[in-house]
């Protein structure tokens, strides 16, 4: 074994303490940025596929409020819902019907749902499915039948108990019986003044000559947009095109930013390791000055001193290397059980 080597490796275990302290906190630093590198990269492919999976709903309506158009508007057509279809794969596509009764002081919204779409009432961004308070909504073994689904104002009003929902509850509209199957809360006067029908039948009875509101959820951010486009300038002063751009765009700057921070702190963990192992070295250097001046004076050559500083940094990033292949382990192991790792996927 070469001289420069004996003393390399003399010189490691000389301090034990001192060695064991540079070693195990590079093991740290080591294995820390080993975690924050793996989960970075691993982040990376799934916010990227989060990103391309963000939700994008567009409403569209005839040019006025609350779908129910203006002096100059027009409904949209019922082809529209085969068309829009045929726009991209994917895509779900709810036309609803919307019609406003006067009966004497009360003002009665009809809105009319195919089998399965949300209960979206007027006025109010959250589906009604889960503020239902007695029976049910339609559902895909209702087929054509005239059913109704009312708000608790409306039950009140007509005398409905929900004891009786089913065959024995009915609504007479246009002439002529609707079953009531359903009773909602929508916590509030307006709301619970609505009633929801089934689109086939409402559009038969009140003769409809078109929708007055198509709600489209597109699959992710890119195709929504591209869909919301396409449709403005295929609708453009028939209807009003509206998108949900502002919730895509802070889901997106929230994966952004989990994204950086992960990065960020991968570079922190890196120049951390690097300045450990560049201390480690300089307090070296510093404790064999006097004995580097010796050898020097007995002829040692820069070479051979080089060679030995090298090999004792060396080989203390290869045992705090090791040591941090340990931490990253265990690492990686607790994060695989914590709530982000679950909620992305990220490591099974």
Known sequence: MPTWLKRSLFNIWRKPFRTGLVVLFLAIVVGLFTVMATVNRLAAGQFAALEGALESTIDVRPVGSLGLGGSRSRPLPFDLVAEIRQMGNGLRVDPYLIRREFQ?????????????????????????????VAGRTFGSDDGDAPLAVVGLDVARQFGIDSQELGQNAT???????????????????????????????????FQAQGLS??????????KGAAIAERLAQRL?????????????????ASLAGISGATQTGALVFFIAGALVIMGAMVLTFRDQHREIGIEKALGASNGILARRLLTESVLLSVCGGLGGLVVAWLGLTVYARSWTSIKF???E
């Open 104 to 132: 004497g002081e009360t003002t009665i919204f009809y809105v009319g749902a195919q089998l399965g779409a949300p209960l979206l009432a007027v006025g109010d961004p959250e589906p009604m499915d889960a503020r239902i």
């Open 171 to 205: 609504l007479a509209i246009k002439g002529r019986d609707w079953r009531v199957i359903g009773i909602f809360d929508g916590g509030n006067g307006f709301t619970n003044g609505q009633v929801f029908l089934t689109l086939d039948a409402m559009r038969e009875a």
């Open 213 to 222: 509101r198509v709600v489209i959820q597109a699959p992710s951010a890119v």
């Open 236 to 252: 453009a002063g028939q209807a009003d095109v509206v998108t949900n751009k502002p919730a895509v765009a802070l889901a997106q």
């Open 345 to 347: 996927g990220l490591i």
